[in-house]
């Protein structure tokens, strides 16, 4: 019923004098009390898992401590059992997704039986929900990284392979926003101050200063910004150039890319 050792099961059920939910309860205890004891312990190893359909997906990661424990079926059945019901239900956060019934009980509880099974911290570190006319999802060999591309101006066409190239250009690559204006103020802000303190380190005049910083942003966003990057598969053109090539109309609303460690 809990997927414990038999060991564990035979003092829970010791404990509780035969009764099968007292037994449970234990074991559910001594997951928590296995979470609390592991609270500083760092669980960067684990997967990151992938629910959808063509116009929306789910994207969680799942950790654990060790990559033995990541491997095995019982975490891997675990880690697609809660992605299916986020995608299910779609929760608007973490909290969200652990307070969902799996089972019967909720996500938290099996995350809980589970740690007192394996006697390693789990946590959910990041869920990630994309919508759009179609979105195509990816997940690395490995699935230490998952990406899911939002498009629009899809049409008739099947656009599964171009989704597929755009997608792992986005895992390859890391970009930061789809263009320069998805990219977060603070980020932009960031890149001049560098910009100006390099331009001043180097004893520019004061009077091109922010021209220097300009340019080092732009070359910020032609690195880090979709659109902008050379295509990986062909880096003679841009993916803008490359989606134009491939369709015109078709556009890239919004994507998510997920890294195992929380690196996003």
């Given at each position: 019923m809990?997927?414990?050792?038999?060991?564990?099961?035979?003092?829970?059920?010791?404990?509780?004098?035969?009764?099968?939910?007292?037994?449970?309860d234990?074991l559910?205890k001594k997951g928590?009390k296995?979470?609390?004891?592991?609270?500083?312990?760092?669980?960067?190893?684990?997967?990151?898992f992938?629910?959808?359909n063509?116009?929306?997906a789910?994207?969680?990661?799942?950790?654990?401590e060790?990559?033995?424990?990541?491997?095995?079926?019982?975490?891997?059945?675990?880690g697609?059992?809660?992605v299916?019901?986020?995608?299910a239900?779609?929760?608007?956060?973490?909290?969200?997704?652990?307070?969902l019934q799996?089972?019967g009980?909720?996500?938290?509880?099996?995350?809980?039986?589970n740690?007192?099974?394996?006697?390693?911290k789990?946590?959910?570190?990041?869920?990630?929900h994309?919508?759009g006319?179609?979105?195509?999802?990816?997940i690395h060999?490995?699935?230490?990284?998952?990406?899911?591309?939002?498009?629009?101006g899809?049409?008739?066409?099947?656009i599964?392979?171009?989704?597929?190239?755009?997608?792992?250009?986005?895992?390859?690559?890391?970009?930061?926003?789809?263009?320069?204006a998805?990219?977060?103020?603070?980020i932009?802000?960031?890149?001049?101050?560098?910009?100006?303190?390099r331009?001043?380190?180097?004893g520019?005049?004061?009077a091109?200063?922010?021209k220097?910083?300009?340019?080092?942003?732009q070359?910020?966003?032609?690195?880090?910004?979709?659109?902008a990057?050379?295509?990986?598969?062909?880096t003679?053109?841009?993916?803008?150039?490359?989606?134009?090539?491939?369709?015109?109309?078709?556009?890239?609303?919004?994507?998510?890319?997920?890294?195992?460690?929380g690196?996003?």
């Open positions: 809990t997927g414990a050792g038999m060991m564990d099961c035979k003092k829970a059920l010791e404990f509780a004098e035969g009764d099968p939910e007292k037994a449970i234990y559910r928590q296995i979470a609390d004891n592991r609270q500083d312990r760092d669980a960067n190893e684990g997967a990151v992938v629910a959808g063509d116009g929306t789910i994207l969680m990661e799942l950790n654990c060790t990559d033995f424990v990541a491997r095995t079926e019982g975490f891997q059945t675990l697609q059992s809660i299916d019901q986020a995608f239900h779609t929760p608007a956060d973490i909290e969200g997704v652990t307070a799996l089972d009980r909720p996500v938290s509880d099996h995350l809980l039986e740690m007192s099974k394996i006697g390693e789990l946590q959910i570190r990041t869920y990630e994309v919508t006319e179609r979105v195509i999802t990816y060999p490995g699935a230490r990284v998952g990406v899911a591309v939002a498009f629009t899809v049409g008739s066409e099947d599964e392979a171009i989704g597929k190239d755009v997608a792992m250009q986005i895992a390859a690559m890391k970009p930061v926003g789809v263009d320069q998805d990219v977060p103020a603070e932009v802000a960031k890149e001049l101050e560098i910009g100006r303190e331009a001043i380190a180097e520019k005049p004061e091109i200063v922010d220097i910083a300009q340019g080092i942003l070359r910020y966003f032609k690195d880090n910004t979709l659109l990057q050379d295509f990986v598969k062909d003679s053109m841009t993916v803008a150039a490359y989606l134009k090539q491939a369709n015109p109309n078709l556009k890239v609303k919004a994507f998510k890319r997920v890294q195992l460690g690196a996003h």
